[in-house]
């Protein structure tokens, strides 16, 4: 598992916002709801976990 899963995972246990930015556009104070195998889907839409760059999990929780 890569370390952006892991983060991610952990984002999603803790109930963490995440910023992150994909393909050039930056998203913040994301809402990280159900990870997959390569996709996660928050309450902006659907991601693919490989295209993600610049992964922050914030402390603020939702």
Do not use: W
């Amino acid at each position: 598992m890569s370390i952006e899963k892991r983060f991610l995972q952990k984002a999603i246990e803790d109930r963490n916002l995440i910023s992150f930015t994909y393909e050039g556009e930056s998203h913040k104070e994301v809402r990280p709801l159900i990870m997959s195998d390569e996709k996660i889907t928050c309450n902006v839409g659907n991601f693919e976990i490989g295209k993600i760059k610049k992964l922050i999990v914030l402390k603020e929780r939702f």
